[in-house]
């Protein structure tokens, strides 16, 4: 048995969330460098300039890449051998968060209730995903999740007969519909199967997968490739303004599901894309 002081969870946090918000993964900028180069569209090349610049500019002074900080979501990985001491872990979570925002100088975004709309002051509580896995390691993964993008996210309930072309068309009609909100170029994370909420919870963690990785499966390998050409002849380019710039990549997660079910779900995040992760 491992014990391990929260105290440990809430600094990492911490740590995570400054960091994610101040600086461009490198899988990103490097797509962004490669997309520069074979964009056909000047502006859309303009803008690309101006989103490589945006990025340095934040690294360098230690500012926000974007002026929405997201809402807080975390994903925790824990062994059950380990033994957390010295208080909740939740409540660490959301120190780690709370002081992040204050100390980064991040925007508060988070409200109490969603229909009275007051805001909590210093973005939390976190949106905390749980997972129990053999060992005595902890993996944490944080996502500064924006709204712009989180806003054009979808499910839907497939049946089973729509088979892969039902997926095709929801996926890339999703993004079709989201224009220019999101603030493309995308990331499209896609999950399928389960049930709804798993369905959900697998598109938003297949955005933490980097991009320069493709599915472990060779079928849906293809198949993220298919829907990133799809979408990326939709034309919508970067910011909007036309060009074969929309996504970065698509990354698709799946489980296994009811036979007479298919639920597929598509969340979208901007090109920033922000996300850290460390194992302790």
């Not at 934040?58 to 929405?68: G, R």
Request: charged share 25%.
């Amino acid at each position: 048995m491992r014990e391990m002081d929260v105290a440990i969870i809430r600094e990492w946090v911490k740590k995570l969330f400054m960091h994610a918000n101040y600086y461009l993964c490198d899988d990103i900028m490097k797509k962004l460098l490669a997309y520069r180069k074979v964009e056909v569209s000047d502006i859309g090349r303009e803008v690309l300039d101006k989103i490589l610049e945006n990025a340095r500019l934040a690294a360098e002074s230690e500012i926000a890449i974007c002026q929405d900080t997201g809402i807080s979501v975390v994903f925790i990985e824990f062994g059950q051998e380990v033994h957390f001491t010295g208080g909740s872990l939740e409540e660490a979570i959301n120190a780690g968060v709370r002081e992040a925002y204050a100390e980064g100088y991040l925007r508060k975004s988070v409200v109490r209730d969603p229909l009275n709309r007051v805001n909590t002051g210093d973005n939390t509580p976190a949106v905390v995903h749980y997972s129990m896995v053999p060992g005595e390691k902890v993996k944490l993964q944080v996502m500064p999740k924006g709204f712009g993008s989180e806003n054009m996210s979808a499910v839907k309930m497939l049946k089973p007969a729509d088979g892969v072309d039902g997926v095709v068309e929801f996926v890339v009609e999703t993004v079709r519909k989201a224009g220019s909100n999101p603030c493309p170029p995308i990331i499209v994370g896609v999950g399928i199967g389960g049930t709804m909420e798993k369905a959900a919870f697998l598109s938003k963690k297949a955005l933490l997968r980097r991009l320069d990785s493709q599915n472990r499966d060779g079928y849906y390998a293809n198949l993220e490739q298919t829907l990133l050409k799809k979408i990326n002849n939709l034309g919508i380019g970067p910011q909007g303004l036309g060009g074969i710039t929309t996504a970065l990549a698509v990354n698709i997660e799946t489980y296994p599901t009811h036979f007479a079910g298919l639920p597929v779900a598509v969340n979208i995040t901007c090109h920033a894309s922000r996300h850290e992760e460390v194992e302790i």
